[in-house]
């Protein structure tokens, strides 16, 4: 009910088969589009949106909360490493800290803690006093939490239920306000709490094991080009796409190509030269992907010349795309 998504897993022949009026899902029916746009419940501040961003939310409900549009993938697949351990150890943080006086194990959700920004952790930000830096926000209650309004999913015996039933045999619960009864709890008074920082801390080593082994969608992900049924042969654009070059503080040269429907599917070859107007070859050759970006981490200080080259798969090769960037001397001391 948050974006009005429709169930399409298989068997849930309803929603799969049934054909909806409109504004009966999506954007049109989702809660979160009363407080994007009609701000109904006064969050005026906390989601102050320009129009493109909103849209942009808008349009990603319209489409059904699609994760990530790509059959790029990583050897290690989905998985997120550390979630299950960095789990565990709050838990056992929180039963030395009292917490579970409120809380159980089982009401522990998936977002209480942000391995992407550990410092803005629900489970580090709902019990700690509000603050010039922002990142309290007293929300703790004396009171046990989650009481009669538990996450819904359709399982059955530990799996998921696909099965043709009506509606009214799956449960259902009335969405429901924000429970603001009891009395307020400070846990903590400042980031500078002993606790706080031991939860802060575990969150930190968290993070770094996720980067360690990271997902296709998150920073040095070893990637592999996802492989599509290539019922016919797509050809090399008659309009060859641009080559766009950046560079960081730290000399790493970015690469990247458009990847559209008249690129999905070729493969691309990387070249590297300090000469301008090189003609590519294997001695130039930095890399051969079916990607759409390259990060060049031994790129020499100076203007550096990089040409890319696209080939089909009957083995024609486009003519160079060239582009060049100045990488910046290395640090001193680094």
Not at 61 to 80: H, I, K, P, R, S
Not at 235 to 259: N, Q, Y
Request: proline share 7%; hydrophobic share 35%; with cysteine.
């Amino acid at each position: 009910p948050v974006i009005g998504g429709i169930d399409c897993m298989n068997g849930t022949s309803y929603y799969s088969a049934t054909i909806l009026p409109p504004y009966s899902h999506g954007s049109g029916k989702s809660l979160l589009t009363d407080i994007l746009v009609d701000k109904a419940r006064g969050h005026e501040e906390r989601f102050d949106l320009s129009r493109s961003e909103r849209d942009l939310i808008l349009a990603w409900m319209d489409t059904n909360g699609q994760y990530n549009g790509t059959w790029d993938y990583v050897e290690t697949g989905f998985y997120l490493a550390g979630w299950k351990e960095t789990r565990d150890k709050l838990l056992a943080v929180m039963a030395k800290a009292g917490c579970m006086k409120c809380h159980t194990a089982g009401n522990f959700e998936n977002d209480w803690f942000n391995l992407e920004r550990p410092e803005f952790s629900r489970i580090l930000r709902a019990p700690l006093a509000k603050g010039e830096e922002g990142y309290g926000l007293e929300l703790c209650r004396d009171r046990k939490a989650g009481v009669g309004f538990d996450r819904l999913r359709m399982m059955t015996s530990g799996r998921y239920e696909h099965a043709v039933k009506p509606l009214e045999s799956f449960p259902s619960q009335k969405w429901r306000k924000w429970n603001e009864s009891g009395e307020p709890v400070v846990s903590w008074k400042s980031t500078e709490d002993a606790i706080y920082k031991q939860m802060l801390d575990v969150i930190q080593k968290g993070r770094r094991t996720a980067l360690a082994t990271p997902r296709v969608d998150m920073p040095d992900a070893k990637i592999i080009a996802g492989k599509w049924r290539k019922i016919v042969p797509l050809p090399i654009p008659k309009r060859l796409p641009s080559l766009f070059a950046g560079v960081d503080g730290e000399g790493t040269v970015s690469l990247s190509w458009p990847r559209n429907t008249r690129t999905w599917g070729l493969a691309f070859e990387v070249h590297r030269s300090k000469s301008a107007n090189f003609h590519p070859s294997a001695d130039t050759l930095l890399a051969e992907t079916e990607l759409f970006r390259w990060s060049d981490k031994s790129a020499p200080p100076g203007e550096v010349n990089y040409a890319l080259i696209i080939r089909d798969t009957v083995g024609k090769r486009s003519t160079p795309i060239r582009t060049s960037v100045v990488v910046p001397p290395p640090k001193s001391g680094g």
